[in-house]
Structures are given as structure tokens and as C-alpha cells.
């Protein structure tokens, strides 16, 4: 089952949302196996102020490595991280602002083979503000926040959050697919979002997930250490595609194994585009970098010559696929 995250400025509604969706969700899914669960910062005891980057209340070294907020994504990450699978519903409500951030996020559902999807919360900054400043005006007052009740953000702190927001982009996989929610939404309106999110990852129609094809789990190997195997099989087929391809680009590349009785893999280059050596070497170090640290997500066994050259050649068409 999914992993949902919430995403938009701070104080935008994101909480109220994320609730609305949690009892929404509850309804689906009972009497059934899911499980549902939310995650927060404040389900998790992390002050807003991890936040703040101001001048006034952080150095300017300290600034640069941002250390609190880091500890803090690292403590959310592991929340996220102990329950997802694919029979848990995870509702992540918070900022969610940096993309790096949300692509983590989705590999991790991605690893365990469950979908992932953004939802975004909008409305407009003065609005945005507004509620803030009403937040900090109570507590100045002398207010005592209920329980539950969240607390506002500093105004350097909010300021500076909604200026290092990055929008998510549904034309990227990782924010995608995206649904959103506006201020002034009314209840249909809410309802409607909150059921085709439902149908697109968790009803009949949701995608089948894959892990990553170009990823391999890290073994060990009798035949030598298992980084230079790596870059040997990798580079074998690079020689290969540039003695084979044609003059004018396009058509199929044989790649032998070395197992008996298996055939030959096959490189599909684009049509009518001569691949050269830089574009073949780029390909090869980023497949490189991600088996690097044994990042694999599927595989078993042993690290062997073949599973090196498999995966490359489907890293190399899947590549090619998407150029054309």
C-alpha cells in the first residue's frame, strides 16, 4: 500500500489535510489487512525550530551544514522506513519541501515494491502567512497550545521555508502521481481528490511496482573483488557497442555471457544516432555509481560476470528508450 506525502508551505493547511485524509483513509480500509499509519513532526516530538536557518539564531557554519534539520528528516526517514510495506498505508505530513528529499522517499517505497505519490497543499501566501503571525500573536499573548495544537514558526523561519521550497513537478516520477488540494476546497471537492488518489494507487487500476532493473545486490564473488569486476564487465560491453555499431547509428549489439547455453544479450541502440564513446562512458559511471555501495533492491546471490553485463545491457536500453 502507499506511501503518501504531504507537501506545501508552511502553515497551508498541510496537518488539517493529512487528518482529513488519515479518517478518509481509516474508512477504506476497515475490516481489511492494511494497516494505516501517520507521521509528523509532531508525532515524532520534532520542533518546528530545526527548521530555522535565521542569522540571529544560527552561525553561519552551522547554517551551512544544517545540522538539525538533518537529524530530523534522518529520525523521520526511519519512522517511515520501520512501517512501509505493501500492506501499510503511510500518510507522511510535513514540509517535504526539498525534491532530493522526496525522491528518497520514493525509492524507499520503490524498494519494497509499494507505490508512493504527492499530495500538495495550496494556498496562497498572504493567506499562508496570515494564520502564522494569528499563531504567533496567541502565543505571545500568553496562549497555551492544546494538545496537538501546532505550534508557529518563527518569521525568519517561515520567510525563509517558503523561499526554499521546491514545487513538485508531476513530470518527474518521484512527484508523481501529484494531487492537490486548494485553501477553499469544500468537502465534494475533497472527497473527489481523495478518491482518485485512492484509485490510482491503491485501487484496481494501480501500477504494478518494480525495483530499479540497473540495481544489483552486492555479493560476494570468487572470481575477484566485486568493484573490479563491475567496471570490467561494464567496460567490455562499452568496447563491444563501439566495434559493432554501424556508421550510421541504430540497429543490435550482441553481448555474449560467458554461462553455457545462455544467449546472447542484446543492446537496442537508437535508431538513425551513432552512440559515441563520452555518451557510452556517462551511462556506464552513473550505472557504476549506483551498484557502487551494493545498492541493490532484488537480486540474490552471488555478484557474477553475467549479472554484471545483465544489468547493464537492460541499464544501457532503458537509457536509450528514453532518448528516443
Known sequence: MPLIIVTGWPTSGKTTRSKQLHEY????????????????????SISRSVYDLSPDKVPAHA??????????????????????SDKDIVILDGLNYIKGWRYQLHCEAKAVRTPSCILQIGCAKDKAK?????????????????????EPYEPGNWENLVFR?????????????????????????TREVFDTLWDSIAGEGRKVVRPN???LQ??????????????????????????????????????????????????????????????????RRAFVGLN????????VGNMANDRSREAFVRHLNSSFDQDE
Open 25 to 44: 483513509l481509516a474508512k477504506r480500509i476497515a475490516d481489511t489487512k492494511y494497516r494505516l499509519h501517520f507521521i509528523s513532526d509532531d508525532s515524532l
Open 63 to 84: 547554517r551551512s551544514a544544517n545540522a538539525s534539520e538533518k537529524d530530523a528528516r534522518a529520525a523521520i526517514y526511519g519512522a517511515v522506513k520501520r512501517v512501509l
Open 130 to 150: 496570515e494564520i502564522n503571525e494569528e499563531r504567533l500573536s496567541r502565543r505571545e499573548a500568553g496562549h497555551i497550545p492544546a494538545e496537538g495544537e501546532p
Open 165 to 189: 521550497h521546491e514545487e513538485p513537478n508531476p513530470m518527474t516520477r518521484w512527484d508523481s502521481p501529484l494531487f492537490a488540494l486548494v485553501w477553499d476546497d469544500n468537502e465534494d471537492q
Open 213 to 215: 532493473q540497473a540495481t
Open 218 to 283: 552486492r555479493g560476494r564473488n570468487e572470481g575477484g573483488d566485486y568493484l573490479y569486476i563491475l567496471d570490467r564487465e561494464t567496460q567490455d560491453v562499452v568496447k563491444r557497442i563501439l566495434d559493432q555499431q554501424g556508421d550510421e547509428g541504430g540497429g543490435e549489439v550482441k553481448v555474449p555471457l560467458s554461462a553455457e547455453g545462455k544467449e546472447d544479450l542484446v543492446v537496442h541502440l537508437p535508431a538513425g544516432q551513432k552512440v559515441g564513446l563520452p555518451q557510452l562512458q556517462r551511462l
Open 292 to 299: 557502487r555501495g551494493g545498492i541493490g533492491l532484488e537480486a
